[in-house]
């Protein structure tokens, strides 16, 4: 773009930022004691447009340059993607370190633990939206619903059938999967936007479902006292019913309520590391490399003999149980469930997650989760204006890197597993 | 080995196929030659399943396939290169080459990988560059090389000749020839480009507006004054 035009492309820009701060920012009611009086603060919308202007500038003269130099494709690729490998797997394994250690950490307080297993609910999550959208290519703009039923299903078990954790921690899977093959039916033949639009309405219906079906889901009063996970046995709380122990008097230490929040963030690590090695393994599988065949070519995957119908339902399946199992994870770390956890607004942050980290990249998600999650967190002493901080950094990193953290997707078959053609 | 009978197919209520009589007997190269939109492609397609056959029927060795889905005809030891090539363009020539042998037995696999390698060395040299980055030549003997990897009997390519130098044509026409020389891969070729066609093949079809209008041995064809005016001539 030549700077003429990207001037007159900023002064657009510009024009709707004034357009919008004019009346929200630059009108002020003030109570002046009898009467309602009103402020002006142009200085204000000055300030806003000509940030948005210089901005806009700065981001399109910035692309420009971008442009003119276009990467080197081909040749230099495959020893670009060895390296991109390696550091991948370099990255992944410090990653995995430092979450194996965090607890231990002298800043490992309250705060710091619950934080980290925030963030590795949403890795999970990540991972396992992943499976639908960054592998097989279908956009599902409800994931939340599978994350729902997993929560519900853990909890309306404990309470109706007294189940332990670990007995539903499966079923919430499989209870999961079913609804992941009972949206797949449906939309089989539907791809790109007209699929985004059912699973997002798929998504609201489970949730208006728990919302009005009281008698059965609580309804908007949600579930309560949803029983908390033991460990082989042991509770975590401060005295033990007649005849059990506590895990603190067990391991003959001082009762801490930090205790149960590190079983905790294990426990989520644990969940995380097997969704993880799970979704590895199986894009060496058949059914993976299938799923990621269809996200290139449909009609080329039929060619080659592969059942489009049987690849999408086991994608929604797979991806759908991975949100079933952190949900239930999710219903035993709060104790407490409503239709409010299970909005909108979370199917969107977990695909702005698998977006953000780049699709189909496992170690993308991690990043992008852990920035997603922390930074509002990082910003909470802006108050008002972090949601602000927190949209410019999404910004940010899409022009930054416009396909994700981890943009390049790293192949399944390694140079090892080639044997040369006899000469 | 394949046998097409009356064979019909429709888009809505556009005739595409108008009753298709053809065989193919295993060994041979078939060709089937005709201008755009004769109905080429439609007729390949419709041998997998796709369009479904509105009448008539496809017998592969001997057994029924008019009505069975795409992916189970696609494992009967059919494999199709198919028009425009399709290889995946973000997965490596190594994947795209793994997602070929997909639905058959893995333990032909590391022998299969040498076979089509052999064949064709350039794939070889490019085995972990990204479909989408080969050139149209590399990428349309990839789509081959994909397709021989389920060891297929039958081999259906469809224009694999489509925008690419004349040099490259001659080059692929040549590895189909070894494919079906040294390999005894059937195949059955449709082709707009008729003269290097009916040179390989054995036999080959004239289609026209969605039926078979000349049948006939290669070099007969190429001979046949109508063929010549029709698709040869200024060519």
Same mark, same amino acid.
């Given at each position: 773009?030549?700077?003429?035009?990207?001037?007159?492309?900023?002064?657009?820009?510009?024009?709707?930022?004034?357009?919008? /701060?004019?009346?929200?920012?630059?009108?002020?009611?003030?109570?002046?004691?009898?009467?309602?009086?009103?402020?002006?603060?142009?200085?204000?919308?000055?300030? #806003?447009?000509?940030?948005?202007?210089?901005?806009?500038?700065?981001?399109?003269?910035?692309?420009?340059?971008?442009?003119?130099?276009?990467?080197?494709?081909?040749?230099?690729?495959?020893?670009? @993607?060895?390296?991109?490998?390696? $550091?991948?797997?370099?990255?992944?394994?410090?990653?995995?370190?430092?979450?194996? =250690?965090?607890?231990?950490?002298?800043?490992?307080?309250?705060?710091?633990?619950?934080? /980290?297993?925030?963030?590795? =609910?949403?890795?999970?999550?990540?991972?396992?939206?992943?499976?639908?959208?960054?592998?097989?290519?279908?956009?599902?703009?409800? +994931?939340?619903?599978?994350?729902?039923?997993?929560? +519900?299903?853990?909890?309306?078990?404990?309470?109706?059938?007294?189940?332990?954790?670990?007995?539903?921690?499966?079923?919430?899977?499989?209870?999961?999967?079913?609804?992941?093959?009972? @949206?797949?039916?449906?939309?089989?033949?539907?791809?790109?936007?007209?699929?985004?639009?059912?699973?997002?309405?798929?998504?609201?219906?489970?949730?208006?479902?728990? !919302? !009005?079906?009281?008698?059965?889901?609580?309804?908007?009063?949600?579930?309560?006292?949803?029983?908390?996970?033991?460990?082989?046995?042991?509770?975590?709380?401060?005295?033990?019913?007649?005849?059990?122990?506590?895990?603190?008097? %067990? %391991?003959?230490?001082?009762?801490?309520?930090?205790?149960?929040?590190?079983?905790?963030?294990?426990?989520? @690590?644990?969940?995380?590391?097997?969704?993880?090695?799970?979704?590895?393994?199986?894009?060496?599988?058949?059914?993976?490399?299938?799923?990621?065949?269809?996200?290139?070519?449909? #009609?080329?995957?039929?060619?080659?003999? #592969? !059942?489009?119908?049987?690849?999408?339902?086991?994608?929604?399946? $797979?991806?759908?149980?991975?949100?079933?199992?952190?949900?239930?994870?999710?219903?035993?770390?709060?104790?407490? $469930?409503?239709?409010?956890?299970?909005?909108?607004?979370?199917?969107?942050?977990?695909?702005?997650?698998?977006?953000?980290?780049?699709?189909?990249?496992?170690?993308?998600?991690?990043?992008?989760?852990?920035? @997603?999650?922390?930074?509002?967190?990082?910003?909470?002493?802006?108050?008002?204006?972090?949601?602000?901080?927190?949209?410019?950094?999404?910004?940010? $990193?899409?022009?930054?890197?416009?396909?994700?953290? #981890?943009?390049?997707?790293?192949?399944?078959?390694?140079?090892?597993?080639?044997?040369?053609?006899?000469? | 080995?394949? &046998?097409?009978?009356?064979?019909?197919?429709?888009?809505?209520?556009?005739?595409?196929?108008?009753?298709?009589?053809?065989?193919?007997?295993?060994? &041979?190269?078939?060709?089937?030659?005709?201008?755009?939109?004769?109905?080429?492609?439609?007729?390949?397609?419709?041998?997998?399943?796709?369009?479904?056959?509105?009448?008539?029927?496809?017998?592969?060795?001997?057994?029924?396939?008019?009505?069975?889905?795409?992916?189970?005809?696609?494992?009967? *030891?059919?494999?199709?290169?198919?028009?425009?090539?399709?290889?995946?363009?973000?997965?490596?020539?190594?994947?795209?080459?793994?997602? *070929?042998?997909?639905?058959?037995?893995?333990?032909?696999?590391?022998?299969?990988?040498?076979?089509?390698?052999?064949?064709?060395?350039?794939?070889?040299?490019?085995?972990?560059?990204?479909?989408?980055?080969?050139? *149209?030549?590399?990428?349309?003997?990839?789509?081959?090389?994909?397709?021989?990897?389920?060891?297929?009997?039958?081999?259906?390519?469809?224009?694999?000749?489509?925008?690419?130098?004349?040099?490259?044509?001659?080059?692929?026409?040549?590895?189909?020839?070894?494919?079906?020389?040294?390999?005894?891969?059937?195949?059955?070729?449709?082709?707009?480009?008729?003269?290097?066609?009916?040179?390989?093949?054995?036999?080959?079809?004239?289609?026209?507006?969605?039926?078979?209008?000349?049948?006939?041995? *290669?070099?007969?064809?190429?001979?046949?004054?109508?063929?010549?005016?029709?698709?040869?001539?200024?060519?």
């Amino acid at each position: 773009m030549s700077p003429l035009h990207a001037v007159r492309d900023a002064a657009i820009a510009a024009f709707v930022a004034l357009a919008v /701060a004019l009346p929200i920012v630059g009108v002020r009611t003030v109570d002046t004691g009898a009467v309602l009086g009103v402020d002006f603060r142009l200085d204000w919308v000055a300030a #806003i447009v000509a940030t948005v202007f210089l901005g806009r500038l700065c981001v399109l003269l910035w692309m420009g340059r971008r442009e003119r130099a276009p990467r080197q494709a081909g040749m230099l690729e495959t020893t670009a @993607l060895g390296w991109l490998a390696l $550091i991948g797997r370099f990255l992944a394994y410090g990653i995995m370190g430092f979450a194996l =250690i965090l607890p231990m950490m002298s800043f490992a307080d309250r705060y710091v633990v619950d934080t /980290a297993t925030q963030v590795l =609910i949403y890795v999970m999550l990540g991972w396992g939206l992943n499976v639908v959208v960054g592998l097989a290519g279908l956009l599902d703009l409800g +994931y939340v619903a599978f994350y729902a039923v997993g929560a +519900y299903s853990y909890a309306l078990l404990a309470q109706n059938f007294g189940l332990n954790f670990w007995q539903c921690l499966p079923l919430a899977g499989l209870f999961a999967a079913f609804f992941g093959i009972l @949206l797949g039916f449906p939309v089989l033949r539907l791809r790109g936007d007209y699929l985004a639009i059912v699973t997002l309405g798929f998504g609201e219906m489970i949730r208006i479902i728990l !919302n !009005n079906w009281a008698s059965f889901t609580g309804g908007p009063n949600g579930l309560t006292s949803i029983p908390r996970p033991s460990f082989f046995g042991l509770e975590f709380s401060r005295s033990a019913p007649e005849g059990e122990q506590t895990f603190h008097q %067990f %391991f003959g230490l001082e009762y801490s309520t930090l205790h149960r929040l590190v079983f905790m963030y294990y426990l989520i @690590l644990i969940l995380a590391f097997l969704t993880s090695w799970a979704v590895g393994r199986m894009r060496k599988l058949p059914v993976g490399r299938a799923w990621e065949a269809l996200r290139e070519d449909e #009609i080329a995957c039929q060619s080659l003999g #592969i !059942n489009r119908t049987m690849t999408k339902l086991t994608a929604f399946a $797979i991806g759908a149980s991975f949100g079933g199992f952190a949900g239930s994870f999710f219903a035993t770390r709060q104790g407490f $469930i409503s239709p409010e956890s299970f909005t909108f607004i979370e199917s969107a942050t977990i695909l702005a997650i698998v977006v953000l980290g780049g699709m189909g990249s496992q170690v993308g998600v991690v990043l992008a989760a852990t920035v @997603l999650v922390l930074l509002p967190e990082v910003f909470r002493d802006l108050a008002h204006y972090r949601m602000m901080v927190f949209g410019l950094a999404m910004v940010l $990193i899409m022009i930054w890197r416009p396909k994700g953290f #981890i943009g390049a997707r790293v192949p399944s078959i390694r140079l090892a597993d080639f044997r040369r053609p006899a000469a | 080995m394949l &046998e097409v009978r009356g064979l019909q197919a429709r888009y809505g209520a556009i005739e595409a196929l108008r009753g298709i009589d053809l065989d193919v007997k295993a060994g &041979e190269i078939v060709t089937l030659i005709g201008a755009n939109g004769a109905g080429k492609s439609t007729l390949l397609m419709t041998l997998c399943g796709q369009p479904r056959a509105s009448g008539g029927s496809v017998r592969f060795e001997g057994r029924e396939i008019t009505r069975l889905p795409t992916f189970e005809i696609m494992r009967l *030891g059919i494999a199709q290169s198919p028009e425009g090539r399709r290889v995946f363009p973000r997965m490596t020539v190594l994947e795209n080459l793994k997602l *070929g042998a997909i639905v058959a037995d893995p333990a032909h696999y590391a022998a299969d990988l040498d076979r089509v390698l052999t064949l064709f060395p350039r794939l070889a040299e490019r085995r972990d560059q990204r479909g989408g980055t080969l050139s *149209g030549g590399e990428q349309q003997m990839l789509a081959i090389g994909r397709a021989l990897m389920s060891r297929p009997r039958l081999l259906l390519l469809d224009e694999p000749s489509l925008g690419l130098a004349p040099l490259l044509v001659k080059q692929i026409f040549a590895t189909v020839r070894e494919i079906n020389e040294n390999e005894g891969v059937t195949v059955f070729l449709v082709e707009q480009n008729a003269f290097h066609a009916l040179r390989l093949a054995h036999r080959g079809y004239v289609m026209v507006n969605g039926r078979i209008t000349l049948s006939g041995p *290669g070099s007969e064809l190429l001979a046949n004054p109508e063929v010549r005016s029709a698709y040869l001539e200024g060519a």
